[in-house]
């Protein structure tokens, strides 16, 4: 029996990389589908395999799942954030924030295009930089030798990319992975295949970053909170550190008398504009048809 990870599936057959880089290919037994459990991308796996022949015996338990694109055990997922053209909102990013929380994701925040900023913008800009390393988060700036940085923070990690279309995914993954030749400037093939076909993702090597990369980005902005509503402050990192001071537990940070969140923000060591999407999340997942129930 051997162990490893998948890097990409095609048609029933999954290829799985060793901890030695080599790569062997092997299926699934049919017993997998019956139980709901399918291997995918990112899994680790105990398999069999001769002459690309053999199967996979067990999945290891997963450390996180992302949905769009299907993967498993991601380590790092960068939010590329573009400042003008789209124009940043708050609400986007802290969007994705959020869902990656959810999903147990760790986020970078890779605010692009940074040089169609004039002088003073970029200076206005620089708030919006501290404000989320203040928080705790990874922040890279494209203008601010982003690769040097990226590099630091990938190093032995799997790395799935997401952002709003024109973003720079593409870009910024040609400037990390000149080899993978995306096209830019358009919807781009090699990225938004996913969306249309059964193609798969696939973990690519980048050995200058000595990391893997998903070559199909993660979800974006459109995702529903696919989670209790009770469960949102935990996922603003900077809510979650004082609700423990709430007068009342399971305080929701709303109308509450005795909320630290809320005096925080009327202090400023929470920023109004997080605060203000906590809200406007928490009213958008009331209004989401309940799919959990906590009874
Ligand atoms: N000035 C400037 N332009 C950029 C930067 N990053 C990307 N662009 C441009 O923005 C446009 C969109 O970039 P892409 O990399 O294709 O964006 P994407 O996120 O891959 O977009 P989709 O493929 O639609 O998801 C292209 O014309 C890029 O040249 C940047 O840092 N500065
Ligand atoms: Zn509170």
């Given at each position: 029996m051997k162990t490893g990870r998948i890097i990409r599936s095609l048609s029933g057959y999954y290829d799985v990389q060793l901890a030695d880089g080599t790569v062997e290919r092997t299926r699934a037994r049919g017993q997998f589908r019956k139980s709901k459990q399918k291997p995918v991308v990112g899994d680790f796996v105990d398999f069999e395999s001769e002459n690309d022949e053999g199967f996979i015996w067990q999945i290891k338990a997963r450390e996180n799942e992302l949905i769009?694109?299907?993967?498993?055990?991601?380590d790092l997922a960068v939010i590329v954030t573009a400042v003008r053209q789209p124009d940043f909102t708050n609400n986007l990013l802290d969007r994705q924030l959020v869902a990656l929380a959810a999903a147990d994701v760790q986020p970078v925040i890779y605010f692009s295009?940074?040089?169609?900023?004039?002088a003073n913008q970029r200076a206005d800009f620089e708030q919006v930089v501290q404000l989320y390393r203040h928080i705790g988060y990874s922040v890279v700036c494209s203008?601010?030798?982003p690769l040097s940085q990226l590099k630091q923070l990938f190093k032995d990690k799997v790395v799935v990319f997401m952002g709003q279309t024109g973003a720079g995914k593409s870009t910024l993954l040609n400037q990390i992975a000149?080899?993978?030749n995306l096209t830019t400037g358009e919807v781009s093939k090699a990225l938004s295949r996913g969306k249309h076909t059964t193609r798969q993702v696939s973990l690519i090597t980048i050995s200058s970053y000595e990391a893997m990369i998903a070559d199909t980005p993660g979800f974006s902005s459109y995702e529903v909170f696919d989670f209790p509503v009770e469960d949102l402050a935990d996922y603003f990192p900077e809510m979650a550190a004082i609700?423990?001071?709430?007068?009342?537990?399971?305080?929701?940070?709303?109308?509450?008398?005795?909320?630290a969140v809320k005096a925080a923000v009327e202090l400023g060591t929470i920023a109004p504009s997080r605060y203000n999407d906590y809200k406007l999340f928490y009213n958008l997942i009331k209004q989401q048809k309940p799919r959990y129930s906590r009874e």
């Open positions: 769009r694109p299907l993967i498993a055990n991601v295009k940074l040089d169609l900023l004039e203008d601010q030798e000149p080899e993978l609700s423990g001071q709430c007068r009342f537990r399971g305080c929701l940070h709303l109308n509450e008398p005795g909320c």
